[in-house]
């Protein structure tokens, strides 16, 4: 572990700034938000414009429930797009409720302060 984040810091300070941003959040604590999507979906579509201003709290990672991969994802959720996980819990569905959003930002924000 310790090889890798010397690795990455390494590589962010010779590296173009966007490639920066995507290592040193890779290299964070930020939390990671899940969206379970599938195309066509614009309620995910809606979601995600609505995560946009807060992208720099979390790191977004979307699952396809369609893929072969990804079939228990589907079999759970096929009716119920968009679902939110945060941090491998869920979070919601059917829509982004942005305050539940920001007030579970903040609880973990203040845990991992407390940490410290």
Same mark, same amino acid.
């Given at each position: ?7 990455? #810091?390494? !590589? ?5 700034? @966007?490639?920066?941003?995507? !290592? ?8 990671? #938000? ?17 995560l946009? @201003? $807060? ?12 893929? @072969?991969?990804?079939?228990?994802? $589907?079999?759970? $959720? ?18 982004? $409720?942005?305050e ?5 930002? !903040?609880?973990?924000e ?7």
């Open positions: 572990m310790f090889r890798f984040q010397s690795w990455t #810091l390494q !590589l962010t300070k010779h590296s173009s700034s @966007p490639l920066r941003r995507l !290592l040193c959040e890779a290299t964070s604590n930020l939390p990671v #938000l899940t969206l379970f999507t599938k195309k066509p979906c614009p309620l995910c579509d809606e979601a995600k414009a609505m946009e @201003p $807060y992208k720099h709290k979390f790191i977004f990672q979307e699952v396809d429930i369609t893929l @072969p991969d990804h079939r228990a994802w $589907y079999e759970r $959720y096929k009716n119920d797009i968009p679902v939110f996980h945060l941090n491998g819990q869920f979070l919601m569905k059917h829509r982004m $409720y942005i539940e959003l920001e007030k579970q930002l !903040l609880n973990i203040l845990q991992d302060g407390g940490k410290g």
